[in-house]
């Protein structure tokens, strides 16, 4: 049998043997081995921000912040049409082959779209820590039981990791000691965050907002990450209140 080669990756700087914990495992995977350890280490302090960025998750456009950044899912949308042909292909055969095979592109798929999440998390977390600022995400737990979709999407909002790409915000956050919040995602892409108008035909399609009552328009997506954004000033200004004495 070959000799594994292994690479440790680690920070520049940062000591991997210090922050060792408990043991290791090493893995074969598709030819190749890898070395899964345990690291314990020591987050850094979280400062105080000096403001918010406010991010809108979404299905076309992954991640959409307040400052108008757009991490788009269309090049991934086709990767993962083009993967459910094949799957489907390889399905109507029935071998012992295609199983395997089945197997292997679904470890890929997963392993492309975790690939995304990270990048698009790293992008995010970099801004609000360059710029002092906190991070705030929408609380979307059970929301695949919440939201209604067309039809032609369903595939795609049962299939992409949403909980994923939060985790990975939340832990670069921690990381890199930037402040994070998860705030109530209720009627974000329908309130306008310079009247204060909430209505369901503001959003006259999925892309655009148009407030009735006060004319502000723009791009849906960056209306709700501003909308999160200043959920995200209130909440943790109360949040950090001086909590009173007990009697």
Same mark, same amino acid.
């Given at each position: 049998?070959?000799?594994?080669?292994?690479?440790?990756?680690?920070?520049?700087?940062?000591?991997?043997?210090?922050?060792?914990?408990?043991?290791?495992?090493?893995?074969? %995977?598709? #030819?190749?081995?890898?070395? @899964?350890?345990?690291?314990?280490?020591?987050?850094?302090? =979280?400062?105080? $921000?000096? /403001?918010?960025?406010?991010?809108?998750?979404?299905?076309?456009?992954?991640?959409?912040?307040?400052?108008?950044?757009?991490?788009?899912?269309?090049?991934?949308?086709?990767?993962?049409?083009?993967?459910?042909?094949?799957?489907?292909?390889?399905?109507?055969?029935?071998?012992?082959?295609?199983?395997?095979?089945?197997?292997?592109?679904?470890?890929?798929?997963?392993?492309?779209?975790?690939?995304?999440?990270?990048?698009?998390?790293?992008?995010?977390?970099?801004?609000?820590? %360059?710029? #002092?600022?906190?991070?705030? @995400?929408?609380?979307?737990?059970?929301?695949?039981?919440? =939201?209604?979709? $067309?039809? /032609?999407?369903?595939?795609?909002?049962?299939?992409?990791?949403?909980?994923?790409?939060?985790?990975?915000?939340?832990?670069?956050?921690?990381?890199?000691?930037?402040?994070?919040?998860?705030?109530?995602?209720?009627?974000?892409?329908?309130?306008?965050?310079?009247?204060?108008?909430?209505?369901?035909?503001?959003?006259?399609?999925?892309?655009?907002?148009?407030?009735?009552?006060?004319?502000?328009?723009?791009?849906?997506?960056?209306?709700?990450?501003?909308?999160?954004?200043? %959920?995200?000033?209130?909440?943790?200004?109360?949040?950090?209140?001086?909590?009173?004495?007990?009697?």
């Amino acid at each position: 049998m070959q000799e594994p080669a292994v690479r440790l990756l680690a920070r520049p700087g940062q000591d991997t043997a210090a922050h060792r914990k408990g043991e290791s495992d090493l893995v074969h %995977r598709d #030819g190749k081995w890898f070395l @899964l350890a345990t690291c314990d280490v020591p987050e850094p302090e =979280v400062y105080e $921000p000096v /403001d918010w960025v406010g991010v809108d998750r979404g299905i076309v456009n992954l991640a959409t912040t307040s400052d108008g950044d757009n991490h788009q899912g269309r090049r991934l949308d086709r990767y993962r049409r083009w993967q459910a042909r094949k799957r489907a292909e390889l399905q109507a055969t029935r071998t012992r082959s295609a199983a395997r095979i089945l197997k292997k592109r679904a470890r890929r798929e997963k392993r492309h779209a975790t690939h995304v999440n990270h990048t698009i998390s790293k992008q995010v977390v970099a801004v609000a820590a %360059r710029t #002092g600022r906190g991070i705030a @995400l929408e609380e979307l737990s059970g929301i695949r039981g919440r =939201v209604t979709v $067309p039809r /032609d999407q369903r595939a795609r909002l049962s299939s992409w990791p949403f909980h994923q790409l939060g985790e990975f915000i939340a832990y670069k956050a921690r990381l890199h000691g930037v402040p994070f919040i998860a705030v109530d995602p209720a009627y974000t892409s329908q309130r306008c965050p310079r009247c204060g108008h909430t209505a369901r035909n503001n959003r006259p399609t999925r892309d655009d907002f148009c407030c009735r009552r006060c004319g502000l328009a723009g791009p849906a997506d960056v209306v709700a990450g501003v909308n999160v954004r200043d %959920r995200a000033r209130s909440a943790w200004v109360f949040v950090n209140m001086p909590q009173p004495a007990p009697a």
